[in-house]
């Protein structure tokens, strides 16, 4: 489930669109420790998320006239963090490429199921390590689809990817988590 954001009002949305200080010092901490729980979701170190962080202030400030009110505002906010989340991933995958031919596939392949219990006796802090171990690809379809609630199709399109891609990915991401899970409860286990 997603960190909460708390709830904005209409007020407090007017005085930051005239810049008072105050009002967005407000806003941001309002909003920062749920937005900072979305960039932590996606960026591959907890500098980047708090980069991240920064940049989707910058854009909320800066662009507070593009919200019309449809829809929550925390959902507006949100959205605008998981965008520039992605963005900040490939930036990092541009500065620092992968090994050649460690493909998501490769990463994936035969991967046993765990068992329907272990989910159940894994503390939250442990569920997140485990997340974080997953190939950015399949973590961030899996955020976006189970925690975020996008469509694969909405992933496609935020990803530059096919839909079925995105169904691909999300399917591997559950498998190869239910193996490190698994592996997590077991670890003597070959």
């Not at 019309?68 to 990092?92: C, D, K, M, N």
């Not at 839909?163 to 899970?181: D, F, I, N, W, Y």
Request: charge should be negative.
């Amino acid at each position: 489930m997603p960190p909460p954001v708390a709830p904005v009002d209409v007020a407090l949305l007017a005085a930051c669109r005239r810049g008072e200080s105050a009002a967005q010092h407000r806003l941001y901490q309002k909003l920062a420790y749920g937005l900072m729980g979305v960039c932590l979701r996606y960026c591959p170190s907890r500098t980047e998320a708090e980069d991240a962080l920064q940049n989707t202030f910058v854009k909320i400030f800066t662009r507070l006239d593009q919200y019309r009110g449809q829809g929550p505002f925390e959902a507006w906010a949100r959205r605008i963090a998981v965008t520039t989340s992605l963005h900040a991933v490939e930036q990092h995958r541009l500065r620092h490429p992968g090994p050649a031919g460690d493909t998501l596939d490769e990463l994936a392949a035969d991967l046993p199921t765990a068992e329907p219990s272990a989910l159940e006796q894994l503390a939250a802090d442990d569920l997140l390590a485990l997340l974080a171990t997953l190939p950015p690809g399949y973590r961030t379809v899996l955020n976006l689809y189970a925690v975020e609630g996008y469509s694969h199709q909405e992933i496609g399109e935020l990803l530059g990817i096919a839909e079925g891609t995105s169904k691909s990915q999300l399917a591997r991401a559950r498998r190869l988590l239910e193996t490190r899970l698994a592996a997590h409860h077991h670890p003597q286990l070959p």
